[in-house]
């Protein structure tokens, strides 16, 4: 903390606190400020999807608590949310995401949920039990082709995130609504882009959330251009999306090799 009152270096540190709010964990908060916002991490808050992955959050109590000091003392909140987990459903997601900003926390992120070896929701008997379906998406542009000094070999460096698109509790078109919702959350909640403005809503009753909910699910009018910007996003989404690593890595091979001719 001294180096970053004298240099300003480091800017920012990433920091996992207890999910018990001890005077040491509080002590610890006070002195880092800003410079390490507090992560109050839920994944979820549907109750028969925590008991699945054997995970127990915060008591709401304890997050009630921390948010209080951590707005007294100017420290950033930030909380995030994970859709594709077993049991979750559209509603249970949103209903959770919405609590969580009843919370008064300055940062909400939506995750996927992702696969990886070893894991219990990677395991076969997890798949057929929950019924889950799965695609590949690139994970943050890795993708790379590496010359050698073999003229006619290539090395085809690829990275995927295999995530759920389908399950026993949500169809797929759950799955892109909320990742449309992910993408307003953080323009509007986390960018802070007409943020005054949806809170506003709420001097008229008006919740933000349930004002975005509703544009997804179609339950009012809205201009052809603000429908074609919400077809631009689930387009975006949908595009990202592939049915095998293999399919979409001979995508990226291809698409790079014709653009550097």
């Not at 008064?104 to 990886?116: H, Q, V």
């Not at 990677?122 to 379906?133: E, F, G, N, Q």
């Not at 949500?170 to 809170?199: A, H, P, T």
Request: charged share 30%; aromatic share 14%.
């Amino acid at each position: 903390r001294s180096n970053y009152d004298q240099f300003g270096y480091p800017s920012k540190m990433l920091l996992y606190y207890s999910k018990k709010p001890t005077e040491t964990v509080i002590e610890i908060s006070k002195i880092m400020r800003k410079l390490a916002p507090f992560f109050i991490s839920y994944q979820s808050r549907n109750p028969e999807t925590l008991k699945t992955i054997e995970r127990y959050n915060l008591i709401d109590e304890n997050t009630i608590k921390i948010v209080k000091i951590c707005k007294e003392y100017d420290i950033h909140v930030a909380s995030e949310m994970i859709f594709g987990l077993p049991h979750e459903t559209k509603q249970t997601f949103m209903e959770g995401l919405e609590e969580l900003y009843g919370f008064n926390i300055d940062t909400l992120a939506i995750y996927n949920c992702k696969f990886f070896n070893g894991t219990d929701i990677a395991t076969k008997a997890s798949i057929s039990s929950h019924k889950l379906k799965t695609k590949h998406r690139l994970y943050e542009d890795n993708f790379a082709i590496y010359k050698t000094n073999d003229p006619y070999k290539e090395i085809i460096a690829c990275e995927t995130d295999e995530i759920p698109v389908e399950s026993d509790s949500f169809n797929y078109q759950d799955f892109i609504d909320i990742r449309i919702l992910g993408f307003w959350i953080e323009m509007c909640f986390s960018k802070k882009m007409y943020y005054e403005v949806l809170k506003h809503l709420e001097n008229y009753g008006i919740s933000p959330f349930r004002l975005i909910y509703s544009a997804l699910d179609g339950k009012f009018k809205m201009p052809e251009k603000i429908k074609d910007i919400f077809t631009e996003i689930q387009k975006g989404y949908e595009d990202e999306l592939f049915d095998s690593f293999d399919e979409l890595k001979e995508h990226m091979y291809s698409n790079i090799k014709k653009n550097s001719n």
